[in-house]
């Protein structure tokens, strides 16, 4: 089964423009949530999609936005880029079913905003 | 606010060593405890612990979680330069789905050879 698949793997962008992020889940997940990871913050959550609905977002700007289509793919959204949003970009699919789930990642996107 | 402590932050040792790493957690309505390894990527999976008292082994890894003193420990025996990544925990809430992970800073594993 393939895993957890992102695009793209590296981009550079200057700050005030806007970026978007793919993830591709495994097949079969219908859960896809997405990270970012910084040296000073760790990994922070920025939300999570299921059936194409938002179920959870974390404490970030609303710069930072995403989506689902009805395969399941994903694409987050920042806008205005800042220097503070250079970071790795990591998404996470789950199954989602009654037991609990544990997440499997992509290998993220790092981002470096210039 | 959910919050997860991993102790020590780093941590240098030699092959052949064991190690305990150890991770306190502050959650509302707790479901389970995540272990990843993260080497230069993306984190991998290592365990989910959902009960108490119960271990769980993967070869030379295991770890265990106390939902009383709510903490949890991985062990890592006969240590490899292998090993050596940021082993990171992470607590997950209970509710309608899949919510969002709350991670520790991770500690950062040296194995020296």
């Known amino acids: 089964k393939a895993g957890v698949t992102q695009t793209p793997r590296y981009l550079i962008k200057t700050r005030g423009q806007q970026v978007t992020l793919s993830c591709s889940p495994i097949s079969g997940h219908r859960s896809v949530s997405w990270y970012q990871q910084t040296p000073g913050q760790g990994l922070q959550f920025l939300f999570e999609y299921f059936s194409e609905t938002q179920r959870n977002k974390g404490n970030f700007p609303g710069r930072f936005s995403g989506r689902q289509f009805s395969n399941s793919r994903s694409e987050m959204n920042v806008s205005t880029l800042e220097l503070g949003d250079s970071a790795l970009y990591l998404c996470?699919?789950?199954?989602?079913?009654?037991?609990?789930?544990?997440?499997?990642f992509g290998p993220g996107t790092r981002l470096t905003v210039l | 606010e959910d919050k997860v402590v991993q102790s020590p932050l780093s941590l240098v040792v030699h092959e052949g060593d064991t190690v305990t790493l150890n991770c306190s957690y502050e959650v509302t309505n707790f479901r389970s405890l995540l272990w990843y390894k993260q080497e230069k990527k993306a984190p991998t999976f290592l365990f989910m612990l959902t009960s108490s008292g119960i271990e769980k082994k993967s070869g030379r890894l295991s770890s265990i979680l106390d939902k009383k003193e709510l903490f949890s420990i991985l062990n890592i025996t006969a240590t490899q330069t292998g090993d050596s990544a940021v082993y990171l925990c992470?607590?997950?809430?209970?509710?309608?789905?899949?919510?969002?992970?709350?991670f520790g800073k991770g500690t950062h594993l040296i194995i020296q050879p």
């Open positions: 996470a699919s789950s199954q989602n079913g009654p037991a609990p789930d544990t997440q499997y």
């Open positions: 992470a607590v997950s809430p209970s509710g309608g789905g899949a919510d969002g992970l709350t």
